[in-house]
């Protein structure tokens, strides 16, 4: 029988993965009208035990925990899996080879944005595992993207920002103007346009607080979740 449930790792932070259900949710009933609604799994974790083995360096660990977590949904009846943050998508290929289904890759969607839209040279912010390791910009570089971070004092601030207020569900007027200031140095820079490249920043900022192109990973990801639920009634037909 056909897997057609999608499957959600979330909880990291449950605040944007709150985001990912309404708007995948949005998305299938925008489609379909009445009173449909997803097909969803979640698996949501303790991010807290996340975020230590995040700290600690401890990646192998973090994409065993998230990889059984996989396994899971896949066995209850996912077809394929989203991992709620883009951090997290460091592990992406061991979670995917462990559950066993295909994974549907954050970048991609935003990979595809971008290029859609003619941007070469891009913004990326997020935390300081997805501003300063490779397993992101390596992706967006691979497509073709100049990617662009803040210099060290403005990364750790985006980085306090996401896990001291926005993981805890507390969005500041003076982070967003922290947050917009760090974009136009950005802009400064030659960037044409800026990833929000964690999955809570658009709980602080969105296009309406500037005219510098934003690319909402969070909500690209949802949607292209929701077109592969969509696709799966179409193949079933």
């Known amino acids: 029988m056909k897997k057609t449930m999608l499957g959600l790792l979330g909880g990291m932070s449950w605040e944007s993965t709150a985001h990912y259900y309404a ?15 997803a097909p969803i799994l979640l698996h949501s974790v303790d991010f807290e035990s996340i975020a230590a083995l995040q700290r600690a360096g401890d990646w192998v660990q973090a994409a065993t925990l998230l ?7 896949a066995q209850a009846g996912a077809g394929a899996l989203v991992i709620c943050t883009n951090t997290m ?3 992406a290929a061991p979670v995917a080879e462990a559950a066993g289904i295909p994974l549907l890759h954050i970048t991609d969607p935003t990979i595809a944005a971008l290029l859609a839209a003619k941007v070469g040279r891009v913004g990326l912010i997020g935390t300081r595992f997805t501003m300063e390791d490779d397993f992101y910009r390596a992706r967006l570089e691979g497509a073709g993207l100049q ?3 803040p ?3 403005d ?3 985006v980085h306090r920002v996401i896990f001291d207020e926005l993981c805890q569900g507390q969005v500041l007027a003076s982070s967003r103007a922290s947050y917009l200031a760090i974009i136009e140095r950005l802009r400064a820079g ?3 346009a800026v990833i929000l490249g964690c999955t809570e920043i658009a709980m602080l900022i969105g296009s309406d607080d500037t005219d510098l192109p934003l690319f909402d990973t969070t909500a690209l990801h949802a949607q292209a979740a929701a ?5 799966q009634d179409n193949t079933d037909k």
């Open 151 to 153: 210099d060290a004092a």
């Open 89 to 91: 998508h460091k592990v």
């Open 155 to 157: 990364r750790a601030e």
């Open 227 to 231: 077109e592969w639920l969509l696709q």
């Open 147 to 149: 990617v662009i971070v």
């Open 67 to 73: 990889g059984e977590a996989g396994r899971g949904l």
């Open 190 to 192: 030659g960037v044409e």
């Open 23 to 37: 708007q995948i949710n949005q998305h299938v009933r925008a489609a379909k009208g009445g009173l449909h609604s």
